[in-house]
C-alpha cells in the first residue's frame, strides 16, 4: 500500500510537472465543451436563400415575410428566373431556392390549390431535408391561417387532430443531445491516449525496465500508473458536466452518485484500452497512431454521437457494440436527461463492465507474457 | 571577413553562458592551435559541453565572443558551420537508415558532389573496415562502431575543426584505443580535434589540456607541464587536485 | 536545392522503412474510409413506435393499418397503459408513442373532430421532429381518404414540391465520403508531421543537423513534401474508393481538387510542423494536435453545418483549414463547381499556408 503511494505520488508528479501538457489536459477539454455546445447543432438559423417570384403581389411578400422573420432563413437574393439556379448553387452560398409560381395569389383561396416549388441543393441532403421541412411548416401555418383547408361538398366528416407532446426536450435543443457525447468521447480519447503514450514513452527511455526488475509486484505497478489517470479523466468528465448544467441549461434528472459510479467504469474502460495499446507497441508514435487516428474517428461515428446506429447497415451495427463509448452514450443520456435510474440502463451497464474485464484482462496477459 | 589568425583556430574571448542565476560558463578565454589535439575536461556539470555547445553554434552565449576557423560564433554562426564537424555525446545519426545512406545524407548536406560522396563513403567503409556492414541498419551496429562511425561522418566534409564530446563514452577500452586511433588519424590530416572527456586516461593522448572547474578554466597547458605543476604522477592526480581546491 | 534532395531521400527512407507507419499510411484510411463512409449516415429510418389504442374501433383499427404500412416506422408490441409506454421511452426503446383515446370513434361519429396524442422522445429532436411529421402526414392522409370516402373532397391551399439537386436520391455517402476522405488526410498528414520533429529532438539527430549549414527552409521543406507526396497518394486511392464503392458521380474537374490539395496539405503540414517546432516531445505535440484536430473536425462543417452554428462560431471556422478543403470538395466533386466559384478558399488556403510554414521555418532554432 505505502509502495502504491509512492507509485502514484511519482506518477502525479510527472504530470503536474509538465505545465503544458497538465493545461492541455485540463483545460483544453473545458474548451472544447464550450466551443462546441454553442457550435455542434444541427438547428439551422438564417439559411441563406433565393426567391424567384415573377409576380410580387401581396400575398407573395406576406409570405416571404414570415420566411424571413423565421429565423431560420434569410433571403439574400431574387432571381429573375428559374434558368441561373445551377450558377447559384455553384457558388455555394445559397442552400435553396423557391420559386413561386406567376398565378400563386390567383389561386391562393379561390377553391384552387397554390403552386410553390422549393429547390434544394441537396449536397448535404440533412440540410437540404431540415430546410425543406422548415418551408414546409412555415407554408402549412400560412395557409391554415388565412386559408384552412376548403372543404367541398356536403358530406365532409369531422378531422381527426394531433395533440404532439415532445417528451424530455420540449425546445427540441440540440445541446442536450450533444453533451452527453462530447463528454463522451473526450472522456475516451483523454484515458486512452494519455496512458497509452505514457507507458510508451516510460519503454522507449526503458524505465519500465528499471520497474520491472524492482521486486513490485506488476499489479501495483500498473495501478499506480493508473490510478492519477483515473483521477485527472473523473475531474475532466465532472468539469465537462458542470459546464454543460450551467453554461447550457443541460438537466441532470438522475441520480449523480448513479452518474458518478457509471462514469468511473467508462474511465476505467476506456484506460484497460489504453493500457492494452500500450502493451502492444514498443514507441510513442505507434502508440500515438493507434489510439488518435485508430480511435478518434471511430468513436465520432460509430457511437451514436452523430449519426443514429439504427441507420447504419448491420455489420456496422454490430460493431459499433464493440465500441465502449456507444454504451456508456446510451447510459448518460439515459440518466442526465430521463431521469433513468439503473434498473433501466442495467443492460449496458453489464456490458460496459464486461468490455472493460475483457480489455483490462488482455491487457495484464500481455504484460505478463512479457515479463516472462 | 576573413580575419584568420594564421596561429589559432579556435579564439574564445570571456565566452559566458548564464542560465538563468546560474552561470554555467564563466568568461572562459582560449586558443586552440591548427593541428593540436585539445583536450576539454572537467567534472560532470563544469561546463565543458555548454561551452563546447556554443563553440559549434547549438546553443548562444550570453556575453563574450569566439572565433572559430576564423568566423565569430556570434557573427555569422552559419558560416562557422562549414568548416567545422561535430560528435554528440548521444548518437545522433540515423538508427533507421543505413551505414552508406548516413554518410551520404551528410555528404549531401555538406555539399559534396556525387563523385566526391561516393568516394567518401568507399573511403569511409574501408577505414573503418566496415565495407561488408554497408548495406546494415545503423541500429544494428554496437555501440563501439556505430560511435566510429559518428565520427567518419563528422569528418565528412574535411572540417579544419571536429568537436567531439565525450565520444568514448560507455563503450570498453580496447573500443576506446581504436577510437583514439582515428583521432590520430585525422590529426596527422590537419584536422584540429576539439574533444570533452572524462577519462583522465585520455587526455594523456591530448597535445594540450584545459580543466574546467565550476565554469571556469582553472589550468590549460600540455600534460606535461600540468602534472610538474602541481607535482603529480598522473592527469587523474591533477584532477583530483584541482577538484578538491575548489571545494 | 541539392541539399533538399538529400533531405527527401532520408525522409522517403525512413518513412518506407516504418512498417507500422506505411500501414498507418495506407491501410487505415482505406479501412476507415469504407467503413465510416457506410456509418455516416443521418437518415433516419426506423423510428419505434408504440401505440396505445384505447380507442379498440374501426376507425382506430383503420389508423393503426395505415401506420403499420408505413416504411418509416417500425411497430412496438402494443402496450395498455400511457405509463408502460413511457417506461419503455425512458428505456430507449420506443421513439414515439401514439396515443389513440377512448371514444375517438364515438366522437368523430357525434359529427365533433376528435384528437389522438404523440409523444415523441425528443433527446434526439431530429428523430422527433422527423417522427411527428411522418406521424401527422399519415393521419392527414387518413383524414383525406375518410373524407373521399364520404363523398367530400379537401383542397389543399397550397401544394408544396420538392427537388433535390445535385443528389436526387439523397445519399449519404455522397456527401460525407468526400468530407471523410479530407478528415482521413488531415488526420494522417497533421499528426505525423507534428511528432516528426520533436521525435528528432528527442532523439537527439536534430543536433547533428543543426550543426550543419543547413538552410532553415531547406529542412521545413525536406520535412513537408514527403507527406504532401503521401497525402496526395491517399487522396487518390480515397477518390478511386469513392468511385468504385460508393459509386459517387465526379462532377468537376479533378484538376481543382489536386491544385486545392496540394495548397491545403502544405498548410495543414504547416501547422502539424510548427506544433512540433513549439514542442518539446512527441507527447506534447500529441495533445496540442489533438486539440486542434478535434476542434477542427467537428467545426469543419462536416457532421454539422457550418449554417447552423451561431454566427460567431461561423466567423471562427474561416480560420479552420478543413472548413475550406471540406466545401471544395463538395462543391467541385459533386455539383461540378469550377475556378471561379472556389477561388476565395484558395486564396484563404493560400494565405494560412503561407503564414503556417513562415512561423514553422521562423520557430525552427538551430540554435537554442
Known amino acids: 500500500m505505502k509502495v502504491l503511494l509512492s507509485l502514484i505520488k511519482k506518477e502525479f508528479y510527472h504530470i503536474i510537472r509538465d505545465k503544458r501538457s497538465l493545461l492541455i489536459l485540463v483545460g483544453m477539454p473545458i474548451v472544447q465543451v464550450v466551443l462546441f455546445g454553442f457550435a455542434i447543432s444541427n438547428e439551422i438559423h438564417e439559411a441563406p436563400i433565393a426567391v424567384v417570384a415573377p409576380n410580387k403581389s401581396q400575398k407573395v411578400l406576406r409570405l416571404l415575410e414570415r420566411i424571413e422573420v423565421s429565423s431560420y432563413f434569410h433571403i439574400v437574393r431574387f432571381l429573375e428566373s428559374g434558368g441561373q439556379l445551377d450558377e447559384v448553387f455553384k457558388e455555394g452560398e445559397i442552400k435553396l431556392v423557391l420559386l413561386i409560381d406567376k398565378d400563386f395569389s390567383r389561386d391562393l383561396g379561390q377553391r384552387k390549390t397554390a403552386k410553390l416549388q422549393v429547390i434544394a441543393d441537396a449536397t448535404d441532403p440533412n440540410t437540404a431535408t431540415t430546410l425543406t421541412g422548415y418551408i414546409e411548416a412555415i407554408t402549412n401555418r400560412f395557409a391554415r391561417e388565412g386559408f384552412s383547408p376548403l372543404p367541398v361538398g356536403k358530406q365532409m366528416p369531422p378531422l381527426i387532430d394531433i395533440n404532439v407532446k415532445m417528451q424530455y426536450n420540449p425546445s427540441l435543443r440540440s445541446v442536450f443531445l450533444f453533451v452527453p457525447g462530447i463528454i463522451t468521447v473526450i472522456l475516451l480519447l483523454i484515458s486512452a491516449m494519455m496512458i497509452s503514450i505514457t507507458l510508451a514513452r516510460e519503454k522507449e527511455k526503458g524505465n519500465m525496465e528499471i520497474l520491472l526488475v524492482s521486486p513490485l509486484n506488476p499489479v501495483v505497478i500498473v495501478l499506480g500508473k493508473v490510478l492519477p489517470y483515473v483521477i485527472l479523466a473523473l475531474v475532466n468528465g465532472w468539469s465537462i458536466l458542470l459546464l454543460g448544467v450551467w453554461l447550457f441549461g443541460v438537466p441532470i434528472r438522475g441520480d449523480l452518485v448513479l452518474i458518478f459510479g457509471e462514469m468511473l467504469l467508462f474511465v476505467l474502460t476506456a484506460l484497460s484500452l489504453g493500457l492494452f495499446i500500450s502493451t502492444k507497441v514498443q514507441t510513442q508514435q505507434a502508440a500515438l497512431m493507434i489510439s488518435l487516428i485508430g480511435l478518434m474517428l471511430p468513436t465520432i461515428i460509430l457511437s451514436g454521437f452523430i449519426f443514429p446506429i439504427e441507420s447504419m447497415p448491420l455489420p456496422l451495427q454490430f460493431i459499433s457494440h464493440l465500441i465502449p463509448a456507444k454504451w456508456f452514450l446510451i447510459i448518460l443520456r439515459a440518466i442526465m436527461l430521463k431521469g433513468a435510474t439503473l434498473h433501466y440502463v442495467v443492460k449496458e451497464t453489464i456490458i460496459l463492465g464486461i468490455i472493460c474485464l475483457v480489455l483490462l484482462g488482455l491487457a495484464v496477459k500481455n504484460f505478463k507474457t512479457r515479463l516472462e | ?247 | 536545392m541539392r541539399t533538399i534532395l538529400f533531405i527527401l531521400q532520408k525522409e522517403f527512407l525512413q518513412i518506407i522503412r516504418n512498417k507500422l507507419i506505411l500501414g498507418m499510411l495506407f491501410l487505415m484510411p482505406v479501412v476507415q474510409l469504407i467503413i465510416l463512409g457506410h456509418a455516416a449516415d443521418y437518415e433516419i429510418r426506423h423510428i419505434n413506435l408504440l401505440i396505445l389504442d384505447q380507442d379498440h374501433s374501426t376507425v382506430s383499427g383503420d389508423l393503426v393499418h395505415h401506420f403499420k404500412a408505413s416504411k418509416y416506422f417500425d411497430l412496438l408490441p402494443a402496450a395498455n397503459k400511457y405509463e408502460e409506454g413511457l417506461e419503455q421511452m425512458q428505456r430507449g426503446e420506443a421513439d414515439i408513442i401514439l396515443e389513440i383515446p377512448l371514444g375517438l370513434e364515438r366522437e368523430l361519429n357525434r359529427g365533433e373532430s376528435a384528437e389522438v396524442h404523440l409523444t415523441a422522445d425528443a433527446i434526439n429532436g431530429v428523430k422527433a421532429g422527423l417522427g411527428t411529421k411522418y406521424a401527422s402526414r399519415i393521419i392527414y392522409d387518413y383524414n383525406v381518404e375518410r373524407g373521399r370516402a364520404a363523398g367530400g373532397q379537401i383542397i389543399t391551399p397550397i401544394d408544396l414540391r420538392y427537388s433535390n439537386w445535385y443528389n436526387p436520391k439523397m445519399n449519404y455517402a455522397t456527401f460525407m465520403v468526400p468530407g471523410i476522405l479530407v478528415l482521413l488526410l488531415t488526420l494522417v498528414g497533421a499528426f505525423l508531421a507534428s511528432i516528426n520533429i520533436v521525435r528528432e529532438k528527442e532523439m537527439g539527430t536534430i543536433e547533428q543537423l543543426n550543426v550543419t549549414p543547413i538552410k532553415k527552409y531547406q529542412f521545413i521543406i525536406g520535412k513537408l513534401f514527403p507527406f504532401l507526396v503521401i497525402g496526395l497518394m491517399e487522396l487518390t486511392i480515397g477518390l478511386v474508393i469513392g468511385k468504385l464503392i460508393f459509386h459517387i458521380q465526379y462532377q468537376g474537374s479533378l484538376v481543382i481538387v489536386y491544385s486545392f490539395a496540394v495548397l491545403y496539405l502544405i498548410a495543414v503540414l504547416g501547422l502539424g510542423l510548427l506544433i512540433s517546432t513549439l514542442s518539446d516531445t512527441q507527447q506534447q505535440a500529441m495533445f496540442i494536435a489533438w486539440f486542434f484536430l478535434v476542434v477542427f473536425i467537428l467545426m469543419g462543417g462536416l457532421f454539422t453545418p457550418i449554417d447552423s452554428m451561431p454566427l460567431w462560431a461561423q466567423k471562427l471556422t474561416l480560420l479552420n483549414p478543413i472548413r475550406y478543403f471540406i466545401e471544395v470538395v463538395r462543391m467541385v466533386l459533386l455539383k461540378g463547381s469550377n475556378w471561379m466559384d472556389v477561388r476565395w478558399h484558395f486564396r484563404s488556403i493560400f494565405i494560412a499556408g503561407l503564414i503556417l510554414n513562415g512561423l514553422a521555418v521562423w520557430n525552427y532554432r538551430k540554435t537554442a
Not at chain 2, 150 to 164: G, R, Y
Not at chain 2, 219 to 246: G, I
Request: hydrophobic share 40%; net charge positive.
Open chain 2, 1 to 247: 571577413m576573413s580575419r584568420i589568425n594564421k596561429n589559432y583556430i579556435v579564439r574564445a574571448k570571456n565566452l559566458t553562458k548564464r542560465f538563468g542565476d546560474f552561470t554555467a560558463v564563466n568568461q572562459i578565454n582560449f586558443e586552440v592551435e591548427p593541428g593540436e589535439i585539445f583536450g576539454f575536461l572537467g567534472a560532470n556539470g563544469a561546463g565543458k559541453t555548454t561551452a563546447m555547445r556554443m563553440l559549434t553554434g547549438l546553443l548562444k552565449a550570453t556575453d563574450g565572443d569566439a572565433h572559430v576557423a576564423g568566423h565569430s560564433i556570434n557573427g555569422s554562426p552559419e558560416k562557422v558551420k562549414y568548416s567545422i564537424g561535430y560528435m554528440s555525446q548521444k548518437f545522433s545519426l540515423y538508427d533507421d537508415l543505413k551505414v552508406y545512406e548516413n554518410i551520404r545524407l551528410y555528404g549531401g548536406i555538406y555539399g559534396l558532389t556525387g563523385k566526391q560522396i561516393r568516394s567518401k563513403i568507399e573511403d569511409i567503409l574501408e577505414e573503418l573496415n566496415m565495407t561488408a556492414l554497408r548495406n546494415k541498419l545503423v541500429r544494428d551496429l554496437p555501440l563501439g562502431w556505430k560511435q566510429k562511425l559518428a565520427f567518419s561522418v563528422a569528418l565528412v566534409h574535411d572540417p579544419a575543426v571536429v568537436f567531439l564530446d565525450e565520444p568514448t563514452s560507455g563503450v570498453d577500452p580496447i573500443t576506446r584505443r581504436s577510437f583514439w586511433e582515428l583521432i590520430y588519424r585525422a590529426a596527422r590530416r590537419g584536422v584540429t580535434v576539439f574533444v570533452t572527456t572524462h577519462y583522465l586516461d585520455e587526455a594523456e593522448y591530448c597535445d594540450r589540456v584545459s580543466i574546467m572547474v565550476n565554469g571556469v578554466i582553472e589550468a590549460l597547458d600540455t600534460p606535461q607541464k600540468l602534472k610538474e605543476k602541481y607535482h603529480a604522477r598522473s592527469m587523474h592526480e591533477v584532477f583530483v587536485h584541482l577538484a578538491r581546491k575548489e571545494q
